[in-house]
């Protein structure tokens, strides 16, 4: 299966959740490539045949490669900031993933939003559904807390949250 990883461009989270889910998937037994701007020299190897792709298009690829990977993908996850709503670069992120579901239809959209410690505010909340909204056929998944560093990966693996988002990710196979 192929997963890809859709924020704004610069989002570490981005990066740290496509880590994650990739290492959540070798510990369930599955070879997995891992494809993102600080794990691509490290992950690939040619010779070897592949159960998953995770690509984190926001920061690796870019232009027409960040646009054939989420028409190849079985599963688009959509990261959102919510600092960055009502952003110029958010909806520039909406149109990537709307372009993606014109060519790529049967791909299952998932949107997780990674915000602190702080509960979103009302507004935030509303901004978001709506978001959602607009891509049809996409579903909200469960809210990535970060910590103060930006991060939210923890010393002892993935928090439960991203266990969760992987469960939905990769519920197919499961």
Do not use: W
């Amino acid at each position: 299966m192929i997963v890809a990883l859709a924020a704004t461009d610069g989002n570490a989270a981005a990066m740290n959740l496509a880590q994650d889910l990739a290492d959540l998937r070798t510990v369930a037994g599955n070879k997995v490539l891992l494809v993102s701007r600080q794990c691509t020299p490290c992950r690939a190897d040619a010779r070897k045949r592949y159960d998953d792709v995770v690509i984190d298009v926001s920061g690796a690829l870019h232009g027409d490669d960040a646009a054939l990977a989420l028409a190849a993908a079985g599963v688009i996850v959509v990261l959102v900031d919510p600092e960055e709503l009502g952003a110029q670069r958010l909806s520039a992120l909406l149109a990537r993933i709307k372009q993606a579901q014109r060519t790529n239809p049967g791909a299952a959209v998932l949107v997780t939003v990674a915000h602190g410690r702080q509960a979103l505010s009302a507004y935030q909340a509303g901004c978001i559904l709506v978001f959602v909204a607009q891509i049809p056929s996409a579903r909200l998944s469960d809210t990535l807390v970060l910590d103060e560093t930006g991060g939210y990966r923890h010393a002892h693996g993935a928090p439960d949250e991203v266990r969760g988002l992987y469960r939905q990710v990769f519920e197919a196979d499961a």
